[in-house]
């Protein structure tokens, strides 16, 4: 009887111990929503009109880089007439913080924009957030719903 005793104390213990190491995300690696995106519209500055949607500007002839000249990824938004840019500047781990991107119309014409890449962490997972973006050479304002809006 002790032989089962004992027998059954060691599986319990070789189960115990093993479970406290199964990692938790399964794979041994975090997941990730994503590149942190936010939105943003050009406009008149005087009467506020959308500057794609009244025929001013194209989307197509927009590009939008890093300080390198990297590509940023983005996606033009036509939805209702909204027509604004949904901007993902790439992030990863440990690469987070200020990031300056230039949205740029013409060579006349190009945006610099400063946005805030920050990660939020889980058990399982990191995402990317963008906040506190601005633009240093134009006016800008940020809706409530957090449309940053460019004032040319």
Do not use: H, W
């Not at 997941?31 to 008149?44: C, N, Q, R, V, Y």
């Not at 002839?61 to 990824?73: A, R, S």
């Not at 909204?82 to 992030?91: E, K, L, V």
């Not at 990031?99 to 805030?116: A, M, Q, S």
């Amino acid at each position: 009887m002790q032989i089962v005793a004992k027998i059954s104390t060691i599986i319990i213990l070789l189960i115990n111990i093993s479970c406290n190491n199964i990692d938790p995300c399964g794979d041994g690696v975090l997941a990730s929503t994503g590149p942190p995106i936010f939105e943003l519209k050009i406009a008149d500055k005087t009467t506020g009109e959308n500057l794609i949607t009244n025929g001013t500007y194209a989307a197509n002839q927009i590009t939008i880089t890093d300080i390198n000249g990297k590509n940023i990824e983005y996606f033009f938004v036509y939805e209702n007439q909204r027509n604004t840019f949904r901007i993902m500047p790439q992030s990863t781990l440990n690469d987070v913080g200020i990031k300056k991107i230039l949205f740029k119309i013409d060579p006349l014409i190009v945006i610099e924009l400063e946005v805030n890449i920050y990660e939020g962490r889980g058990e399982c997972f990191v995402n990317y957030f963008a906040r506190d973006y601005k633009s240093n050479n134009y006016q800008y304002e940020i809706t409530n719903e957090g449309l940053l809006i460019i004032k040319l």
